[in-house]
């Protein structure tokens, strides 16, 4: 599971001043689903999952996703964002054992 | 089996004492507890809207409320899921939450976005587990309180919550 973390973020390839634009992102995490013994009492462990997830444009939070362990393996995630000034859109994702991975990609007008 | 550094067994039992007595206190002080707590919590959907939304009304938001997600999920391991909202995202109105709950699962609650007005637009998009067939709901909440849902049966073949 080295993979883990890596985080890809996809974006339209030309972007202008004003759009709305949106973007699709995809983290390799497992997502760890609760497991249960035999008798089907929950194991008592700390789950690794992914429960929270940040956007951030031009340094501020624009949207950001709560997410629990109903979410699928490898996470995608799409959202929009107004794209005003060139600057860098952050990615961030954060689990429950207190990783975090982060994707990012300059927004440049074309 | 895999211990944290630098802990010996007797430290670690102790520890996890500990986050058993402040568990046992969080559910007895509840109301702070709850915003603090996991959204998502093994219990059924009923219980679960009732937790997150206080037993408010919703009104029928398939006007404005588009969910788009298979009818059939082969594989209910990856249920490609979105929600668009045709809703204005202004300072004055905007849509504030979009929930993602699918009434079969053990945890119903399965995503929680929170936009704000430099979204642009009221959209989002997820790949989410369905453990069986059921209803998937969007459920919206608008900045001034409204809460708009819509719902729609999404047959799976193989589950894919095996918790």
């Known amino acids: 599971m080295s993979?883990?973390?890596?985080?890809?973020?996809?974006?339209p390839s030309s972007?202008?001043?004003?759009?709305?634009?949106?973007?699709r992102c995809l983290v390799i995490h497992p997502m760890e689903r609760i497991e249960r013994d035999k008798a089907g009492k929950i194991i008592d462990k700390k789950y690794q999952y992914?429960?929270?997830?940040?956007?951030?444009?031009?340094?501020?939070?624009?949207?950001?996703?709560?997410?629990?362990?109903?979410?699928?393996e490898?996470?995608?995630?799409?959202?929009?964002?107004?794209?005003?000034?060139?600057g860098k859109l952050a990615v961030t994702f954060h689990d429950t054992l207190g990783e975090t991975y982060e994707g990012t990609a300059d927004i440049k007008f074309g | 089996m895999a211990q944290p550094r630098g802990m010996t067994r007797r430290a670690m039992l102790g520890t996890l004492g500990a986050v058993g007595v402040a568990a046992a206190a969080g559910v007895t002080l509840a109301p702070r507890a709850a915003g603090a707590q996991a959204l998502g919590q093994n219990e059924p959907v009923d219980a679960a809207l009732k937790r997150v939304f206080g037993g408010k009304a919703m009104k029928d938001g398939s006007r404005i409320i588009k969910l788009d997600i298979p009818l059939i999920a082969e594989n209910g391991a990856v249920v490609p899921v979105s929600v668009e909202v045709n809703a204005p995202m202004t300072p004055q109105s905007y849509v504030k939450h979009i929930y993602v709950v699918a009434d079969k699962n053990r945890i119903p609650i399965v995503t929680r976005a929170v936009l704000t007005p430099d979204s642009g637009q009221a959209y989002m998009g997820a790949n989410i587990r369905l453990g069986e067939t059921g209803d998937v709901r969007a459920i919206v909440e608008q900045s001034d309180g409204t809460l708009l849902q819509v719902k729609r049966e999404v047959k799976v073949t193989v589950g894919g919550c095996g918790g």
Do not use: E, H
């Open chain 1, 3 to 11: 993979d883990i973390g890596k985080v890809r973020l996809r974006l």
């Open chain 1, 15 to 23: 972007i202008k001043a004003g759009d709305v634009v949106r973007v």
């Open chain 1, 50 to 72: 992914i429960d929270k997830v940040t956007v951030t444009y031009l340094g501020k939070t624009i949207a950001s996703f709560d997410t629990t362990q109903s979410v699928s």
């Open chain 1, 74 to 86: 490898n996470p995608f995630f799409a959202f929009t964002f107004k794209a005003t000034d060139p």
